[in-house]
């Protein structure tokens, strides 16, 4: 069993920077591990992936921008968010699961419970 807690959430400026963690109790070196995001009346999103080797993938709305990363000695996955926007604010969420650098989310067995991000403009 694997639980997820992530961090770092708040309100920052448009063009400011937010840098999430998510910190795993278990062994997660195996998984792959993905960040979403949902806002308010939508869908929850893919944002970004990482495998075990650090091979990553992005959703083209982010691209550029994010960048996510992990530490496997501390079982924790970070998602660094530079040139924030307003359409970046909602509640990101940490998901890890067997299957490395997918998008969609049913492919993942964990979740965390969620960090709200604020972007003002």
């Known amino acids: 069993q694997v639980q997820l807690v992530e961090s770092g959430g708040g309100l920052a400026q448009a063009g400011g920077s937010l840098r999430l963690s998510c910190a795993a109790s278990g062994r997660t070196s195996n998984y792959g591990m993905g960040w979403f995001r949902q806002a308010p009346g939508k869908e929850r999103d893919f944002v970004a992936a990482?495998?075990?080797?650090?091979?990553?993938y992005y959703a083209d709305s982010v691209k550029g921008r994010f960048t996510i990363s992990r530490d496997n000695a501390k079982n924790t996955v970070y998602l660094q968010m530079n040139s924030l926007k307003p359409e970046d604010t909602a509640v990101y969420y940490c998901?890890?699961?067997?299957?490395?650098?997918?998008?969609?989310?049913?492919?993942?067995?964990?979740w965390g419970q969620g960090t709200q991000v604020t972007v003002s403009s």
């Open positions: 998901a890890a699961g067997p299957y490395t650098l997918v998008t969609v989310a049913s492919l993942y067995t964990y």
């Open positions: 990482v495998n075990w080797s650090g091979g990553t």
